[in-house]
């Protein structure tokens, strides 16, 4: 089972959310349960960051992470997981989550690198731009990673 | 024939829109929509060499959302999106 989705609270009027993901991936099947959580963090390339504007093609966004996904449990021979990713779109101030990943398996080895898999992958290959505020009052757009054709 | 170009991230900020509609001959390719760009920011920076780079590193996605390279020629499609470099999470 797989769920994605960008959350824009502008749009959806709803934030991401650990409750969500944990009732998501709720299985008694699973004997293990993995929750990444990526916050905004004070401090980049000795920045002081107030917060991050993200950007993304939001189709595509969601194309990639099925995909990621699919990719996952064929590489770690996975017949049971759920998956749950909720990535933020718009303002997300210091300390709040820009991203949720969350996984569950029947074993902890396998919740571990699927869930190690899904975050390495996205952040090179999911459609998706920030944009940090500093403190001085500056912002600027991250350089990020080039997309190759697959 | 008229192609709308989607922008995101950067790109946003350097051509102040989110898309751009500009003229092209038929069949044009992607590597005439990248020129194209660049030809833009030569006129309106003075050649800045960061958002030339930028555009230069960037990728294009179809219509049928796939990433597609430079000799990909835009027949049917009336829209690409072109896709800085990028770093979520």
Known sequence: MFHAAIIDPKKTKKIISLLRAEKFIKDFDAGASIFFVGNIRKNNNNKNVTGVTYDAFDRLVIKTFKKIYTEGIKKFKLKKAKVFIEHAKGYVTLGKPSIIIAVSCKHRSEAYQLSRYLIEQIKIRAPIWKKEYYKNQKSEWLKGTSVKIR | ?89
């Open chain 2, 1 to 89: 024939m008229k192609i709308k170009i989607k922008l995101f991230g950067n790109c946003k900020d350097i051509f102040r829109s989110s898309v751009l509609q500009i003229n092209f001959t038929k069949n044009a390719k992607v590597k005439n929509i990248r020129n194209k760009l660049i030809e833009i920011i030569e006129e309106k920076y003075s050649g800045n060499k960061a958002y030339k780079d930028l555009v230069k590193k960037s990728a294009f996605c179809s219509e049928r959302d796939e990433i597609v390279n430079d000799s990909y020629v835009l027949n049917k499609d009336k829209m690409i999106s072109i896709i800085p470099p990028i770093g979520g999470g």
